[in-house]
Nanobody, 115 residues
Framework: QVQLVESGGGLVQAGGSLRLSCAASGSIFRSNFMGWYRQAPGKQRELLAVISSGGSTNYADSVKGRFAISRDNAKNTVYLQMNSLKPEDTAVYYC?????????WGKGTLVTVSS
C-alpha cells in the first residue's frame, strides 16, 4: 500500500515563503509522476505543479514563477517551494502520486497566508 505524508504547512504573512514536503512510502514504481494540488474553501481542487521521476516539470499559470517543485527520488519525496505568497494562496495543499495505473493522495496540509 502506498502512503503519502505532507508536511510544512502553516501560517505565513503575505510576501513570505513556505516549503512543503511529501514523503511517499510503499510499492512505488521507478517511473512515476508526483504533484501538488490545492483546494481553497468553496473552490475545486486545482493542479499547481507536477514533476516526473526524470525531473520534467509543469506548472499552473497561477503559480508559475513563484512556486517551484522538486523531488528526491532516493527518498521518494517531492517538495514545493512557495515564494511571494498571497492571501489567495490560502488553501489545503495536497500531494499526489501517479504510480502506474493507480493514483494516491495525501491527507493535505493547510497553508494560511495573512494580509
Amino acid at each position: 500500500q502506498v502512503q503519502l505524508v505532507e508536511s510544512g504547512g502553516g501560517l505565513v504573512q503575505a510576501g513570505g515563503s513556505l516549503r512543503l514536503s511529501c514523503a511517499a512510502s510503499g510499492s512505488i514504481f521507478r517511473s512515476n509522476f508526483m504533484g501538488w494540488y490545492r483546494q481553497a474553501p468553496g473552490k475545486q481542487r486545482e493542479l499547481l505543479a507536477v514533476i516526473s521521476s526524470g525531473g520534467s516539470t509543469n506548472y499552473a499559470d497561477s503559480v508559475k514563477g513563484r512556486f517551484a517543485i522538486s523531488r528526491d527520488n532516493a527518498k521518494n519525496t517531492v517538495y514545493l517551494q512557495m515564494n511571494s505568497l498571497k492571501p489567495e494562496d490560502t488553501a489545503v495543499y495536497y500531494c499526489n502520486l501517479r504510480n502506474g495505473p493507480s493514483e494516491y493522495w495525501g491527507k493535505g496540509t493547510l497553508v494560511t497566508v495573512s494580509s
